[in-house]
């Protein structure tokens, strides 16, 4: 079976959200204690097509990350700061986030790309929205 693709001859991207659900019999723990413990072996951080790394915690609010081949994209989630933005015609304080990405066109359209994060951005500004089904 073929990937789909754009008219541009490209892969097009889906992207799945998977929530644990309280019918859910996986131990979530588990999917990433080795991971958080620094005992993850190669095996168990391979086999991915995209990478999702967060610099928040070193304090940067851009970045460009480095793609992990043989992966085609990487996604850095970058500190969250309070920031003045404009709501309605006022200027309020709001706690904003950067997202910083990086893929690789040979395999993904930059159109395609981006079409990602913009559905990314939105479900962490609504993530009320993960639960529907479009």
Known sequence: MSEPVNERGKP???VVVVQPTPFCNINCNYC????RNNK???EELS???I???SLGKLGGIAST???NAPEVAII????AIERPVVIDGAIAIRRTMNLSSSFDHRFVDGYDA?????ALKESLEHPATIFIDR
């Not at 981006?114 to 913009?118: D, V």
């Open 40 to 42: 993850a072996t190669r």
């Open 32 to 35: 990433y204690l080795p991971a």
């Open 12 to 14: 097009t991207i889906s």
């Open 51 to 53: 990478t999702i790394t």
């Open 47 to 49: 086999g991915s097509t």
């Open 76 to 79: 850095g989630v970058n500190r």
């Open 114 to 118: 981006a079409a990602m994060i913009q």
């Open 65 to 67: 990350p480095i793609i």
